[in-house]
């Protein structure tokens, strides 16, 4: 952080996330994106998405160009101090210690297979019904 650049906790980042004033956090450096909204080609709602919130992720996810990349040097306000972003939340799956069930042995099989079949049955029974009111109708 020796750079020169404002220096902004956290806590002041999460508070800049509207039209009016928002702001970005990508790869540790703040960027004032407000005058930007309307000229950002995925619309303002993807950047008001982003802001009061780490966005590196987010900006990195949609594969920049060099000149958006270039373009953001002129938004950077200051950087962030890194001892004030909270730690990411990351998922990490568990081992499974169970033994894995046949596909027919699954407790969801049934509910799968009268999920397709229950409507199948109340939609013949439809056709059933309607065909044996015509059948009535043309029988009188």
């Not at 960027?31 to 780490?54: I, M, N, R």
Request: aromatic share 10%.
């Amino acid at each position: 952080m020796g750079s020169g650049e404002k220096v902004f906790v956290y806590e002041d980042l999460v508070k800049h996330k509207d039209r009016a004033d928002c702001w970005l956090l990508i790869s540790g450096k703040v960027y004032d994106v407000t005058q930007f909204l309307e000229e950002h080609p995925g619309g303002d709602e993807v950047l008001l998405a982003a802001s009061g919130k780490d966005a590196t992720d987010d900006f990195e996810d949609v594969g920049h160009s060099d000149d958006a990349r270039e373009l953001m040097k002129k938004y950077v306000i200051g950087e962030v101090d890194s001892t004030t972003v909270p730690l990411r939340k990351t998922f990490k799956p568990q081992a499974s210690t169970t033994v894995a069930q046949q596909p027919n042995d699954e407790p969801g099989y049934l509910s799968k297979i009268l999920q397709f079949l229950v409507p199948l049955l109340i939609l013949g029974f439809a056709f059933g019904l309607q065909f044996f009111r015509k059948k009535e109708k043309t029988e009188n």
